[in-house]
């Protein structure tokens, strides 16, 4: 079946710190990977988004890549800031399916 | 400025009583989701539909019902069977691909509270 497991929470750092939240994945066939953000009281704005092996999606300082041999598709960014204080959702669409399966959500923050 | 929205942000209902949650898209997406969020967990899908007029059970279905009779719209009713309906309501729509769907939008969110 397909399933997302992200590392748990919480995690705080602290400004310009090097952030690493793994995501590994079970799929079957070719997914497309996503990483969504989602700060207090609010929906979910996708962050980036990967859909082939070996792709590096990237978006405000944050990157990711799909990495088939291993099933992974850790978030990371060199410098965190206080803004990034949020909840992190890693999420898989299999290449056949109209279902998105969700992460559990790591949250993050990130104090001066 | 095309989008997803969702009211009221802020729902307050007595036990018992049925309530409808809107969602509306004018992103002309085919698909449309609505996912439940309990605080400090991920999301449960409870509807999806692909299509107007045709919508499939997700993985919490029990004490709720949903409508697609718009392309735009896709409401969310929580029934007074629904035995725990406190909870933050997100709705998501996405296009369809040729073989598949592309990365889901989401709306603000509704928060219910079961007073």
């Known amino acids: 079946g397909n399933s997302v497991t992200q590392m748990e929470g919480p995690v705080t750092l602290s400004e310009e710190a090097f952030l690493t939240i793994n995501c590994t994945y079970t799929a079957t066939g070719y997914p497309s990977l996503f990483w969504y953000v989602q700060y207090p009281g609010e929906g979910l704005q996708l962050l980036l988004k990967a859909t082939k092996a070996d792709d590096k999606g990237s978006n405000k300082g944050f990157e990711a890549t799909y990495r088939k041999e291993t099933t992974s598709f850790h978030l990371e960014k060199g410098s965190v800031q206080v803004s990034d204080s949020a909840v992190y959702f890693c999420?898989?669409?299999?290449?056949?399916?109209?279902?998105?399966?969700f992460g559990t959500g790591t949250s993050l923050t990130v104090i001066p | 400025d095309g989008g997803i929205t969702q009211s009221p942000k802020y729902l307050f209902r007595k036990e018992g009583q049925n309530v409808t949650l809107s969602c509306e898209q004018n992103l002309n997406h085919d698909a449309m989701y609505w996912y439940r969020q309990d605080p400090g967990q991920g999301l449960r899908l409870i509807y999806y539909s692909q299509i107007v007029n045709d919508f499939q059970k997700g993985d919490i279905a029990e004490g709720y019902s949903v409508s697609r009779e718009k392309k735009e719209s896709f409401p969310l009713t929580v029934t007074s069977a629904q035995k725990n309906p406190t909870a933050f309501y997100l709705c998501a729509s996405s296009r369809r691909t040729a073989s598949s769907y592309n990365e889901q939008f989401f709306g603000p969110g509704t928060r219910l509270t079961v007073l």
């Open positions: 999420a898989l669409l299999p290449n056949t399916g109209n279902q998105f399966y």
